[in-house]
């Protein structure tokens, strides 16, 4: 079974900075894309950074603020915050797009999600 586990969340002030981590783990066999989710309350999850086949994605809201790397072999992305800003506030989700076990398809895992909040 696939699991999707964040680390990295907290309370800082505005201007700071936050990595996040998240490691999958299960009988994984290769990963197709790597990604970050974030879903402020009363508002819809929205896309933060993705990683594709080398190509990364990210929200204009967050250019130039959040880097975003992924580690296939140790099946690890990671996603530096910095110049945090009150409106980052919100739960972010780690997610994969994965093939695991005997499945001849890939399949999303997201993970549990953490809490990010930011100070003003």
């Known amino acids: 079974q696939v699991q999707l586990v964040e680390s990295g969340g907290g309370l800082v002030q505005a201007g700071g900075s936050l990595r996040l981590s998240c490691v999958a783990s299960?009988?994984?066999?290769?990963?197709?894309?790597m990604g970050w989710y974030r879903q402020a309350p009363g508002r819809q999850r929205e896309l933060v950074a993705t990683?594709?086949?080398?190509?990364?994605n990210y929200a204009d809201s967050v250019k130039g603020r959040f880097t975003m790397s992924g580690d296939n072999a140790k099946k690890t992305v990671y996603l530096q915050m910095n110049s945090l800003k009150p409106e980052d506030t919100a739960v972010y989700y780690c997610?994969?797009?994965?093939?695991?076990?005997?499945?001849?398809?890939?399949?999303?895992?997201w993970g549990q999600g953490t809490q990010v909040s930011i100070s003003s």
């Open positions: 990683i594709t086949s080398g190509n990364t």
């Open positions: 299960g009988n994984i066999f290769s990963i197709t894309s």
């Open positions: 997610n994969m797009i994965l093939r695991a076990g005997l499945s001849r398809i890939d399949w999303t895992y």
